[in-house]
């Protein structure tokens, strides 16, 4: 199937009793054991079945398959939201005394939790100077566990080099883990390109409404982990926390999901409601719809705003002049994402007058809603970094940033002209 038909119908056969067409929403905590045996099997897992919603739930189920299949992954595991998903996935892989190792342009959240929660756990974030592999390569030693980027970076708007920054981490026996939130599996499958690990904020683009929270983690089944069982004992070796189960002998290439699931979820409990997961449904539905319309907007308000001399810069890959434009015609085939970011020419004290007068775009964190949005990213998502670290994450004082919604383009653009002369400076 391709990818509109999966969005619709991946994960989900019909409920042979109820003959729901819509997924049903098990709203259950716990499921039935037929017998002892049947409990006993369950657990062993020598059997498939449900146990407890904190490891699994049949909503929770349909949306896991359907986001692997859109990311050609061999399994997912849903989480309360896009931070957890970014915790599992370095958890899953990593203890006391391990590395993994950054590019710099990340989501505020998650470049203080690698800069600042994962050390106190022990585990150390190596920063890059740039996403470049010449910059990541020489960081990875015989503790990394990861290489970490984002595929699009929020808010830098930066394309990752996936196939190469895949080949370096693979010469070195280390996975590469791709947070593909802003790009969503419609413009970008990492999977394809060589990335080990996706995950997403399904908060974002993929419920897109603005509804729900929620993150995803899903396995591509490729990376080996048994040929670098030195470097990852714990997908190999007996888990003493789950009667020694063996994930690459029971998970098969499956283990890194499997793992996350029975180590991380089940011990630490972040979990999607399944209401959420159903919410989250309805919103994949209608992505590929939405990221067509998201990214034509964009293109024409980021045009629009660069055409104007009270617009002193706009940063948008949809620009041929753009440094990342060739990347995004490789990697995303040519569709530059919605989210964007620009500064007035009168500086912060304009910046600040335009965000106020806006009328249409709503002043909030968050991005990927069906509505525009506007974030002033060094005041909000990323005022715990200090200037040096925003500079490097590509955040600057008077930066705003875009989501461009699925509005009638001529409203987006008529909100924008009507703050910007109310924001003062001549055309
Ligand atoms: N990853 C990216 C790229 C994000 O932009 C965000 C949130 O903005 C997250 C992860 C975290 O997602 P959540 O807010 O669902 O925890």
């Known amino acids: 199937m391709r990818q509109e038909t999966i969005a619709i119908h991946g994960g989900y056969d019909r409920d042979p009793v109820s003959k729901s067409v819509a997924v049903p929403i098990y709203q259950t905590v716990a499921y039935a ?3 002892a045996d049947h409990a006993a099997a369950l657990f062993n897992l020598e059997v498939e079945g449900n146990i407890y919603s904190r490891i699994g739930n049949p909503t929770n189920n349909v949306l896991e398959k359907r986001i692997a ?12 939201c896009g931070v957890a998903a970014v915790d599992y996935a370095i958890s899953t892989v990593t203890e006391t005394g391990a590395n993994i190792v950054s590019v710099p342009q990340l989501y505020g959240a998650t470049y203080t939790l690698f800069a600042h929660i994962l050390p106190r756990r022990g585990v150390a974030t190596r920063f890059a100077n740039s996403d470049q592999p010449e910059d990541i390569e020489p960081l990875i030693d015989a503790d990394t566990r990861a290489v970490y980027c984002e595929s699009v970076g929020n808010p830098a708007g930066n394309v990752a080099d996936i196939a190469a920054l895949a080949a370096c981490a693979h010469r070195h026996g280390v996975p590469l883990i791709v947070d593909n939130t802003v790009a969503t599996p419609i413009l970008l499958r990492p999977i394809e390109h060589g ?8 908060t974002k683009f993929i419920g897109g409404h603005g509804t729900t929270l929620g993150g995803i983690l899903v396995d591509s089944g490729r990376f080996d ?3 670098n069982a030195a470097r990852f004992p714990m997908m190999s070796t007996p888990e003493p926390s789950y009667h020694d189960v063996v994930y690459t002998d029971h998970y098969k290439e499956a283990a890194y999901i499997g793992r996350a699931r029975t180590v991380c979820q089940r011990n630490t409990g972040s979990v999607l409601a399944p209401l959420s997961a159903f919410l989250l449904l309805q919103g994949l539905e209608t992505l590929p719809l939405r990221i067509a319309r998201h990214v034509e907007n964009a293109r024409l308000v980021a045009a629009h705003l660069r055409a104007d001399p009270r617009i002193a810069w706009v940063n948008h890959a949809s620009f041929p002049d753009n440094p990342y ?7 995303l085939g040519g569709q530059a994402p919605s989210i964007m970011t620009f500064g007035l020419a009168g500086g912060f004290a304009a910046g600040k007058r335009f ?3 806006l009328r249409l775009f709503t002043r909030l964190v ?16 990323h005022r715990q970094l200090t200037p040096a670290e925003q500079a490097r994450a590509g955040v600057s004082p008077e930066m ?4 461009v919604g699925i509005e009638h383009i001529d409203d987006l653009l008529e909100d924008i002209d009507q703050a910007l002369d109310a924001a003062g400076g001549r055309r």
């Open 69 to 80: 299949a859109l990311e050609g992954g061999v399994g997912a595991l849903t989480v309360g």
């Open 225 to 227: 982990w048994k040929a």
């Open 325 to 331: 434009h060739g990347l995004v015609v490789r990697y």
């Open 400 to 403: 705003i940033r875009f989501s």
């Open 366 to 381: 968050n991005m990927g809603d069906a509505k525009s949005l506007v974030t002033h990213p060094a005041s909000t998502t």
């Open 355 to 357: 965000f106020d007068a």
């Open 195 to 202: 990335a080990d690990i996706v995950l997403h904020s399904l």
């Open 33 to 35: 054991f037929d017998s």
